[in-house]
């Protein structure tokens, strides 16, 4: 099935790492990315924080074994939706530049400084429909 995904071209995925342990005393982390549209999950990393130094860091390693892996099937990436996560964003700048990032809904909400306690919501895609926001980025 994966196969089918480098023929039909570039696709638009979701990823997330989730840590067995919240804070920064986690021992490991593991990161799933998934297809936007078949609901496929194409891959799926754990990593342990003896292999980071940090936990802060095994989201970030997570990500970027998975996209390795993709890049390795042939899979063409053009839309991430990830969480806010610093070192991913940063990672994506950096080494990833061709591929669109977009944060997902539930990890765009912000203060809004103009109400203390308010919050603001990107309201521009709905986590269901993350094709949207690559092609309509939040502002």
Avoid: W
């Amino acid at each position: 099935m994966a196969q089918d995904l480098v023929r039909d071209g570039a696709v638009t995925i979701m990823g997330d790492g989730r840590c067995d342990s919240p804070g920064y005393c986690a021992k490991y982390c593991s990161y799933t990315v998934m297809e936007e549209k078949t609901a496929l999950i194409l891959d799926m990393k754990l990593v342990q924080v003896t292999e980071t130094g940090t936990s802060l860091s095994m989201e970030k390693e997570g990500l970027q074994r998975c996209l390795t892996e993709l890049d390795d099937n042939g899979i063409e990436i053009e839309c991430l939706a990830t969480d806010r996560h610093r070192g991913i964003a940063a990672m994506m700048k950096k080494d990833y530049k061709d591929i669109k990032r977009r944060v997902d809904l539930l990890s765009s909400s912000a203060r809004d400084p103009r109400s203390p306690g308010k919050y603001r919501i990107c309201t521009t895609y709905a986590v269901h429909d993350v094709s949207a926001s690559c092609k309509f980025p939040c502002s």
